[in-house]
């Protein structure tokens, strides 16, 4: 298998899992530069940004009555909402 086929198959199935949020971004940024004609355009990154966040992050931009329209108003209402989660994981009993 090529480099760039190994790209395009990590791209095509990257999912944020255990990291945070500005790993996740981070990681698929390289690999959006790594597959520019994957994300040709602003909607379709934005799209496969969205698509790669676990689910319980993802929920909060399918409930906006105003969708966002760029991947950094996306990152930073990701960033918002995984703050919220974190800080609502530390605060109950274990």
């Not at 934005?46 to 009555?65: C, K, P």
């Not at 329209?69 to 209402?77: F, M």
């Amino acid at each position: 298998m090529s480099v760039t086929k190994e790209y395009y198959d990590e791209f095509n199935n990257f999912y944020q899992g255990n990291l945070s949020v500005t790993e996740a971004v981070k990681r698929f940024n390289k690999l959006a530069r790594l597959c520019p004609h994957m994300v040709p355009n602003e909607e379709e990154r934005l799209r496969r940004m969205i698509g790669m966040l676990r689910s319980e992050i993802a929920v909060i931009f399918d409930s906006r009555i105003t969708p966002l329209t760029t991947t950094a108003e996306y990152i930073k209402c990701a960033l918002h909402v995984e703050y919220h989660l974190n800080k609502k994981k530390e605060s109950q009993p274990r």
